[in-house]
């Protein structure tokens, strides 16, 4: 879920019409190089506005025994995520 997650940056992507729930077209691609940076880039169909943004990472990786916890703890709590995804599709 998104309060579990890091922010590692963010951008906006403005100018997109007024439109019904549903209807603005919005293309996002990551692309992750195997230095690490991560290339976030949004665009949206209909008035072409596109914008971009370039993650590196300014801390030092990650040890394998946080990596390793990080696995335990998404394998621990998958069934409880499982759960609340599907009350929150139910609401939408």
């Known amino acids: 879920l998104c309060k579990d997650n890091d922010l590692l940056g963010k951008f906006q992507l403005d100018g997109i019409p007024p439109a019904p729930r549903g209807v603005p077209k919005i293309e996002v691609c990551f692309d992750l190089d195997a ?11 209909s ?33 409880e995520d499982e759960r609340q995804r599907k009350r929150i ?3 939408n």
């Open 35 to 45: 230095n690490g940076i991560m290339h976030v880039a949004a665009a949206d169909k």
């Open 47 to 79: 008035s072409g506005n596109r914008r971009k943004i370039t993650i590196t990472s300014d801390t030092k990786p990650l040890s394998e025994e946080e990596v390793e916890r990080m696995v335990n703890e998404a394998a621990r709590y998958k069934e």
């Open 89 to 91: 599709e139910a609401r």
